[in-house]
């Protein structure tokens, strides 16, 4: 029996393609580059998709989680509760801030930053939370926003892995100060190179960061503080626009073929997170097993691509190692026992069919 490879991810364009080609011929007649119409467009399309106040777009989730510490007044001596399990991106802009990174345990279910971690790490330097909707599962955003007002402290939503997502029907984003988006192409909402965007509803703030991503510019020539360039240019901005009349129906999909995963794994011998909102919006579909590396080679020789996210927890990154003693022993034994399994829109359900029967026939961490 023969079967093509099934790939982790394929960013080929598929249904948008006409869109795409045009949203990029579009950029190209007009002649220009950066700060045109097509980033206002978008600013204006996506801040009413995500029903956030204001979207402003950046180069970078890193450099929009960046900008919104650095416009929160938040750097040196400052302190940043964030989780343990994430993309490193996370911790590393808080470091680019000059701020430190201190790193909660995360919810052994949710597998997002634990609330009750972080209140037992709450001390006079702290200054923000910072959670992240992890595979597109919303975190515990009301009870961190509990936390944060008891404490006067400013809540930012890392919601890179998490386009369109909800936390109690409410769209994430919107609980906190700000929130920051990527556009990295693997991301729920990709572009064709880096991108990324933050969102708020305090236009004082969005004002700030407006003029932190442009040199620090107020007007024309004018330029009010140090600051470096972060832009969206306007051909990822007109093709992220060409995109985003899809998402709904893309997030759609996810969820479907993340059912169907679901359906086909009980009783198996991998273990499932569970799904505990459903505003999840499956960005990964992770599952657990003690013998990870054996599955990942069993799945592999029938052609079947898988990822891990994440291999190693924050706190153990060289990059923290002068900031960061805090034991999160929960992150750290889900990071030796995740795989993420094929998930995308244009993954159809025979080959999600096909993933369930290799798994299906694993013999398990015991006997493999
Ligand atoms: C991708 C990602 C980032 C970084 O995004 P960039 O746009 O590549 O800077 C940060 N946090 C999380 C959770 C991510 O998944």
């Known amino acids: 029996m023969t079967s093509s490879p099934i790939p982790w991810v394929d960013l080929r364009p598929g249904e948008d393609r006409a869109a795409v080609d045009a949203a990029i011929r579009r950029v190209l007649d007009r002649g220009w580059y950066v700060l045109g119409p097509e980033v206002d467009a978008f600013e204006t399309e996506f801040a009413q998709a995500t029903s956030s106040g204001q979207t402003i777009a950046v180069a970078s989730s890193t450099d929009a989680l960046t900008l919104i510490l650095r416009a929160l007044g938040i750097g040196p001596g400052d302190e940043v509760i964030t989780t343990a399990l994430s993309a490193v991106y996370t911790a590393q802009a808080v470091m680019m801030a000059g701020a430190r990174p201190v790193f909660a345990d995360i919810d052994p279910e949710r597998l997002t930053l634990d609330p009750t971690a972080v209140a037992t790490l709450v001390g006079p330097r702290t200054a923000a939370v910072m959670p992240v909707h992890l595979y597109g599962q919303p975190a515990d955003v009301t009870a961190l926003r509990t936390l944060t007002q008891l404490h006067g402290l400013a809540l930012i939503e890392d919601c890179c892995q998490a ?164 034991p999160c022993p929960l992150a750290d034994a889900v990071c030796g026992e995740l795989v993420s399994l094929p998930l995308y829109p244009g993954l159809d359900d025979r080959a999600v069919d096909r993933v369930l029967a290799a798994v299906a026939d694993w013999p398990g961490p015991d006997r493999d």
């Open 163 to 326: 386009h369109l997502a909800t936390c109690d029907g409410v769209p994430i984003g919107m609980t906190g100060e700000a929130a920051a988006y990527s556009f990295y192409p693997t991301k729920n909402l990709g572009a064709l190179g880096d991108g990324g965007a933050v969102c708020t509803g305090n236009a004082e703030l969005a004002a700030w960061i407006r003029r932190l991503r442009n040199g620090g510019q107020t007007e024309r020539n004018h330029h009010t503080e140090p600051a470096s360039h972060s832009r969206l240019d306007e051909l990822q901005a007109a093709v992220l626009r060409a995109r985003l009349p899809h998402l709904r129906d893309w997030t759609t999909r996810r969820r479907a073929l993340a059912g169907r995963y679901r359906a086909g794994l009980v009783g198996s011998v991998v273990s499932v997170p569970p799904e505990l909102d459903a505003g999840h919006v499956y960005h990964l579909f992770p599952i657990r097993t003690a013998a990870r590396d054996a599955l990942r080679a069993h799945l592999r020789a029938q052609d079947i691509d898988t990822l891990v996210h994440f291999p190693v927890p924050m706190p153990a990154q060289p990059a923290f190692a002068s900031v960061s003693p805090q």
